[in-house]
């Protein structure tokens, strides 16, 4: 099993800021990586998948990069709704995974 | 407008059993890879199941492999996660998510599953 390491665990940033989320892989998955955003009480939403393609409706704010083991989520001049926890997942190899979650919080 | 609505959640004593069922609208069901994801409470997100178009080929996380199962009935375009031998540990919302190319793009609002004696 694919393991993904999510760092930090926790970022706190203020509106306006940039926020960057990393996501490392124990093995490759090529570009079979995405992104998730939950906020509180809420299901997640898909935000980037192929590691870098955003979903619908997704603001061009948010962008993903990288492949192979490490991949990397920016998120450009944070917004009120863009604070809450971001999942990487991958899906290059059975059974897929997902990281643990990096909370990102007002400061 | 793509809907997802998973029912069936509730209270199960261990090693009991319990059906979750996701009725899906929309879109074209029989198109669609289906999921189970479910999420422990304040916890991070794991797959638990997923089966292909025509439900002849299902797979499974380690952790559920040989107590749950995963069906569809495309005909009336529902997807079902059949749980037995329930654990304390498979406390957890569980949620119904469309499959595309390996990404979930869609989700239901999910069904608690409580484990509990």
């Known amino acids: 099993e694919i393991v993904l390491t999510q760092s930090p665990g926790t970022l706190s940033l203020s509106p306006g800021e940039r926020a960057t989320l990393s996501c490392r892989a124990s093995q490759s998955v090529s570009g079979n990586l995405a992104w998730y955003q939950q906020k509180p009480g809420q299901v997640p939403r898909l935000l980037i998948y192929a590691a870098s393609s955003r979903a619908t409706g997704i603001p061009d704010r948010f962008s993903g990069s990288g492949s192979g083991t490490d991949f990397t989520l920016t998120i450009n001049r944070l917004e009120p709704e863009d604070f809450a926890v971001y999942y990487c997942?991958?899906?290059?190899?059975?059974?897929?995974?997902f990281g643990q979650g990096t909370k990102v919080e007002i400061k | 407008e793509v809907q997802l609505v998973e029912s069936g959640g509730g209270l199960v004593q261990p090693g009991g059993s319990l059906r979750l069922s996701c009725a899906a609208s929309g879109f074209t069901f029989s198109s669609s890879w289906m999921n189970w994801v479910r999420q422990a409470p304040g916890k991070g997100l794991e797959w638990v199941a997923n089966?292909?178009?025509?439900?002849?080929?299902?797979y499974y996380g380690d952790s559920v492999k040989g107590r749950f199962n995963i069906s569809r009935d495309n005909a009336d375009n529902l997807l079902f996660l059949q749980m037995m031998s329930v654990r304390v540990e498979d406390t957890a919302v569980y949620y119904c998510?469309?499959?595309?190319?390996?990404?979930?793009?869609?989700w239901g609002q999910g069904t608690l599953v409580t484990v509990s004696s």
């Open positions: 997942q991958q899906y290059g190899n059975s059974p897929k995974t």
């Open positions: 089966i292909n178009l025509d439900g002849r080929d299902e």
């Open positions: 998510a469309r499959g595309r190319y390996g990404v979930f793009d869609y």
